[in-house]
């Protein structure tokens, strides 16, 4: 088997899920390129599961496509993809080593391969001690590993991960993210859905938010932010309500010499800082760029 | 979830540009998931403690029909002083009973009256009191008389008074009973008989029954454990899921026969040391019959298991979606065991019941060569039919993740 160093990108053209009359994908697109971490997020019921499962083909398509590298990807193709169920677990009774070596022999890997592939994963993560144990015998976190480890086996062309950090303490997570660096570096597109806004902000380099089944933002978290309603926080020494009068300036929040605003245009900014310092002493005039987790707000709201 | 039409692609075959190595292990995969199971369940140790508990009870239950054949009792039985007729019943009882091997053995004491004979009953020195009443004999003892004693001493005495009364019409009981003799014939020289027969049938209803509810249970467990943890979901993306079936009924079924195959061979150990012993060379082919059908038969039930488990979402639904194959198989164990005639016949060729009924038909002689064979054939094409229904179903229900599912939903969902 050959390591590919170049990576092809995972585009989801026009993906739509229907149970019964419930349309739970609705004409979701986006790309999750290679080399780059994407991050899926959306409330509980927003299609993220659904879309990830019909991408890795465990799930019938209702319409849409998912092409790999440019193409339809095949089942061929999905054998070489990593996949992280949610609500997943493996065998209880069946000690860790054994385990993740049949699942690799499944995907292809012959046994001794996968047996010393396997002890080298499990010896990254600090499992190494405990590969002949059960795995119900194992903490969460502990499981958690091991679950990631099956995705990881066998240099995968692409990731997908639902929920692959939820329940691992900040330095598991860390952890997780350096291997999961090491697979974009090699080209592999990576796309995981998480809850923790905060994290998905600090990792991702795209990000796709999903809301009834419908993508209402994607792209670069930075170029979000920037597109993102921009608030200007203006303090004074006395008290500012007088904001309220200005043309083109909509006053969100007054709390005596603080006001928070925002401007219809760069010009009505300027107006306002002029009426500011004539009458009163400036003490901070800042744009406040939204957190991701406003945006989220936002756009989900 | 009634509408979906289209199919997922995770179970397709690869497509033809597929590489070497991995299109190999799509080939073989059937092969990796039929160890697992053989290995996962031969190293489990309740299994590995139920196997032995089996064991255990099938020779114990052969060492206690031979301890019941080999035990003797003996009796003691009051004869009146001086009764000749009383005293030759006895002695004749007793011949019998040694010629018959009955494992009875018979003394006489005499006592001098009626009197003497009750005191010798109350004081246990003799266990019956055989004497001539007013109105023909009478057997007394303390409680009931003991059967097999009651039967030989009838015997006894019905002789000695036909011979009695023979000699005063002036004849001989040889004279009035020339050319009545009735003795019994086999055309088919088995020498099977209906008691044998019986216990030969229970038998074989109990290891199949054993064999399809342990290893039945087995995979539609493991069915699910891969269905609830989604590990069915990494494995659909890595091999085609009728790889995945076939590997499992396969293994459970290599479980399952060879689970049956120790029993029957205790079993036939066993035996060898009761008086049976006589009935092996028939019992073993009939055993034979029966290992071909189970192995047959079971690749359809197990399949038919596998069903079960994917309906359920949860290891908990498993008792309400297995029920109706539990039914069919202890249905089957009590139908079969307790059938004979024309309904035997019936059931020896019907799928299912014909594993068991058609070797105890084969047992009893009663099948003609070619009925064994028909039969395995009806039995074949059920397996195919179920195995070709089963994965439908299968690949249906396993991506089902929304609670229990019904057989028509699995039939009719196709991811």
């Given at each position: 088997?050959?390591?590919?160093?170049?990576?092809?990108?995972?585009?989801?053209?026009?993906?739509?899920?229907?149970?019964?009359?419930?349309?739970?994908?609705?004409?979701?697109?986006?790309?999750?390129?290679?080399?780059?971490?994407?991050?899926?997020?959306?409330?509980?019921?927003?299609?993220?599961?659904?879309?990830?499962?019909?991408?890795?083909?465990?799930?019938?398509?209702?319409?849409?496509?998912?092409?790999?590298?440019?193409?339809?990807?095949?089942?061929?193709?999905?054998?070489?993809?990593?996949?992280?169920?949610e609500e997943r677990g493996l065998y209880p009774k069946q000690p860790v080593l054994d385990q993740l070596v049949y699942l690799a022999r499944l995907r292809g890997i012959p046994q001794r391969a996968a047996r010393t592939e396997v002890?080298?994963?499990?010896?990254?993560?600090?499992?190494?001690?405990?590969?002949?144990?059960?795995?119900?015998?194992?903490?969460?976190?502990?499981?958690?590993?091991?679950?990631?480890?099956?995705?990881?086996?066998?240099?995968?062309?692409?990731?997908?991960?639902?929920?692959?950090?939820?329940?691992?303490d900040p330095a598991a997570v860390d952890g997780m993210v350096d291997l999961l660096r090491e697979h974009t570096a090699r080209g592999v597109p990576v796309l995981f859905s998480s809850h923790q806004l905060d994290l998905v902000e600090r990792l991702c380099e795209r990000l796709v938010i999903l809301k009834a089944g419908?993508?209402?933002?994607?792209?670069?978290?930075?170029?979000?932010?920037?597109?993102?309603?921009?608030?200007?926080?203006?303090?004074?020494?006395r008290d500012a309500g007088w904001v309220r009068g200005v043309p083109g300036v909509h006053a969100v929040d007054v709390d005596g010499p603080v006001a928070l605003v925002e401007l219809a245009d760069a010009a009505s900014g300027q107006r306002l800082l002029a009426a500011a310092v004539e009458r009163d002493v400036v003490h901070e005039f800042t744009p406040l760029r939204p957190t991701l987790a406003e945006i989220y707000r936002e756009v989900t709201a | 979830m009634s509408t979906l039409t289209t199919s997922t692609t995770g179970s397709t075959a690869p497509t033809p540009d597929a590489g070497p190595s991995r299109e190999n292990a799509t080939r073989n995969a059937w092969l990796i998931v039929m160890n697992r199971e053989i290995v996962v369940r031969a190293l489990n140790k309740t299994f590995l403690v139920g196997l032995l508990v089996s064991i255990v009870l099938i020779a114990a239950l052969a060492g206690f029909f031979a301890w019941q054949d080999s035990r003797t009792e003996s009796f003691d039985v009051a004869v009146p002083a001086g009764d000749t007729t009383a005293a030759a019943a006895v002695g004749s009882a007793v011949a019998v009973a040694e010629e018959q091997d009955a494992g009875v053995r018979i003394g006489t004491v005499e006592v001098a009256d009626d009197d003497a004979a009750?005191?010798?009953?109350?004081?246990?020195?003799?266990?019956?009191?055989?004497?001539?009443?007013?109105?023909?004999?009478?057997?007394?003892?303390?409680?009931?008389?003991?059967?097999?004693?009651?039967?030989l001493l009838a015997a006894g005495v019905e002789k000695e008074v036909l011979e009695r009364n023979a000699a005063a019409a002036g004849t001989?009981?040889?004279?009035?009973?020339?050319?009545?003799?009735?003795?019994?014939?086999?055309?088919?020289?088995?020498?099977?008989?209906?008691?044998?027969?019986?216990?030969?049938?229970?038998?074989?209803?109990?290891?199949?029954?054993?064999?399809?509810?342990?290893?039945?249970?087995?995979?539609?467990?493991?069915?699910?454990?891969?269905?609830?943890?989604r590990l069915v979901e990494i494995m659909a993306t890595a091999v085609p899921l009728r790889h995945l079936l076939v590997g499992k009924i396969l293994g459970s079924s290599v479980i399952a026969l060879g689970q049956n195959v120790i029993f029957a061979g205790v079993g036939l150990v066993a035996l060898s040391f009761t008086p049976m012993a006589g009935m092996l060379p028939a019992?073993?082919?009939?055993?034979?019959?029966?290992?071909?059908?189970?192995?047959?038969?079971?690749?359809?039930?197990?399949?038919?298991?596998?069903?079960?488990?994917?309906?359920?979402?949860?290891?908990?639904?498993?008792?309400?979606t297995t029920t109706p194959m539990m039914m069919a198989v202890m249905g089957t164990y009590f139908l079969t065991f307790s059938a004979s005639g024309t309904f035997e016949t019936v059931l020896s060729y019907v799928p299912i019941t014909n594993v068991v009924s058609m070797p105890v038909?084969?047992?009893?002689?009663?099948?003609?060569?070619?009925?064994?064979?028909?039969?395995?054939?009806?039995?074949?094409?059920?397996?195919?039919?179920?195995?070709?229904?089963?994965?439908?179903?299968?690949?249906?229900?396993?991506?089902?993740?929304?609670?229990?599912l019904s057989w028509r939903q699995a039939l009719r969902a196709e991811a």
């Open positions: 088997m050959t390591t590919s160093t170049h990576g092809a990108d995972l585009d989801v053209r026009d993906l739509t899920r229907v149970f019964g009359d419930h349309r739970a994908v609705d004409g979701v697109t986006f790309t999750a390129p290679s080399g780059l971490l994407t991050g899926f997020v959306g409330g509980n019921g927003a299609g993220k599961t659904t879309t990830m499962r019909m991408i890795m083909g465990v799930l019938a398509i209702t319409g849409g496509e998912v092409r790999f590298g440019g193409d339809p990807v095949t089942a061929l193709d999905r054998r070489s993809f990593g996949y992280m169920p002890l080298g994963h499990l010896e990254r993560l600090g499992l190494a001690d405990r590969s002949k144990d059960h795995v119900e015998k194992l903490s969460l976190g502990n499981q958690q590993r091991v679950q990631i480890i099956a995705a990881l086996m066998g240099s995968p062309r692409a990731l997908i991960l639902d929920e692959p950090f939820s329940g691992l419908r993508v209402v933002a994607a792209g670069e978290p930075a170029r979000l932010q920037e597109t993102g309603r921009v608030r200007h926080r203006l303090v004074v020494s | 009750r005191a010798a009953l109350a004081d246990g020195d003799a266990d019956a009191w055989l004497h001539e009443g007013d109105d023909g004999w009478v057997l007394a003892a303390r409680g009931e008389p003991d059967g097999a004693l009651t039967q001989s009981v040889t004279e009035l009973s020339a050319g009545s003799g009735l003795t019994t014939e086999r055309l088919d020289g088995s020498a099977i008989d209906s008691g044998t027969l019986f216990f030969a049938s229970f038998a074989l209803a109990l290891l199949f029954f054993l064999g399809a509810i342990g290893s039945g249970q087995m995979i539609a467990g493991s069915v699910v454990e891969e269905k609830q943890s019992l073993s082919t009939s055993l034979v019959w029966f290992v071909l059908f189970f192995a047959v038969g079971f690749l359809g039930l197990a399949a038919l298991f596998a069903v079960s488990g994917a309906l359920a979402s949860r290891t908990e639904d498993l008792q309400h038909r084969v047992l009893s002689g009663e099948a003609v060569w070619w009925e064994p064979l028909v039969s395995l054939l009806v039995l074949a094409a059920f397996t195919w039919v179920a195995l070709l229904v089963c994965e439908r179903a299968y690949r249906g229900a396993l991506m089902q993740t929304g609670g229990r």
